[in-house]
C-alpha cells in the first residue's frame, strides 16, 4: 500500500499532459471497455495542470470550493457557469418535468447535482443539466448514481465532450 500512496504522490507532481499519456498507456494495458472515460474538457474552461485526488478528496475538495468541478479518474477540471439562454432553457425543462413528476417517487435534479459513475476501472463525477432518478436507496449526500434520465443541453464549448464522453459514461 505504500508503493501505491508513493505512486499517487508522484503522479501529482506530473504536468497534466504526462498524467493523460498515463492514463492512456493505461487504458490500453487494459483492454477493450477501458476508454469508457471522460476526456479532458474544452480547453475554454479545464484548468491547466489539474490536480490528482482520490473520489473521497474530490467530494470534500467540491463542497469547499466555490467553483464546480468535475472527476475523472483521479483529475478534477473546473467548468465554467451557464450562459443565460442555456440556463432559462434548463430551468423550462425542471419546472416542467417537476410539475409532471410532483406526486410520484420521481425526484427532478439540475445542474447542481452530481451523477457518479462507477465502472471497474473508472470513476466519474460530472454535473449533468437535468436528471430524473427514482431510485432513492442509492442517493449520495451530493450525487446520484442510476438516473432514468439524463439530460445535457449542448453550447459550443462542451458539446464534443457531452455527445461523446459523457454519452459513453451512462447505460
Known sequence: MEKLEQIRRTLQQLPSADRLAIRRWLRDIDGPGADLMVAEPAPAYARSDP?????EEFF?????????????????????????????????????????LSRGPCQVFSSSMQLLVQREKSEICYYPDLMIDCQ????????????????????????????????????
Open 51 to 55: 490536480p490528482f485526488m482520490t473520489l
Open 136 to 171: 432513492r436507496a442509492e442517493w449520495g449526500k451530493h450525487f446520484v448514481r442510476s438516473p432514468k434520465l439524463l439530460l445535457e443541453i449542448l453550447s459550443p464549448s462542451t458539446q464534443l465532450i457531452d455527445r461523446r464522453e459523457k454519452f459513453t459514461t451512462t447505460d
Open 60 to 100: 470534500e475538495f467540491e463542497q469547499k470550493s466555490e467553483i464546480r468541478h468535475e472527476y475523472v479518474d483521479g483529475g478534477i477540471f473546473a467548468i465554467s457557469g451557464p450562459s443565460v439562454a442555456h440556463e432559462r432553457i434548463r430551468h423550462r425543462l425542471v419546472m416542467a418535468f417537476g410539475n409532471h
